[in-house]
């Protein structure tokens, strides 16, 4: 059997990491709510750079010609 290997492209994914967040107060406060929007900005922003990279790497070529071969 055929050893394939796939070469990723030269970016590398970080492991993603939920934020740590923090309990709410009982009333509203305006800092703390824009405190949580950016991290939540922050870890879906790096969900979204992590996910074009797996599509981009799962798209190339070289996995594409392995699909093709008929070896999945």
Known sequence: MTQYSITPTDNTLSPS???NLQV???TYDQKQ???LTN???L???QLDANNSQ???DALS???LQWI???NG
Do not use: D, E, M, R
Request: glycine share 4%; proline share 12%; hydrophobic share 30%.
């Open 17 to 19: 990491k939920a934020p």
């Open 24 to 26: 709410p107060p009982a």
């Open 33 to 35: 709510q824009n405190h």
């Open 39 to 41: 991290q939540l900005k």
């Open 43 to 45: 870890y879906f922003n």
């Open 54 to 56: 797996l599509i981009t």
């Open 61 to 63: 070529s070289s996995v």
């Open 68 to 70: 093709s071969t008929g």
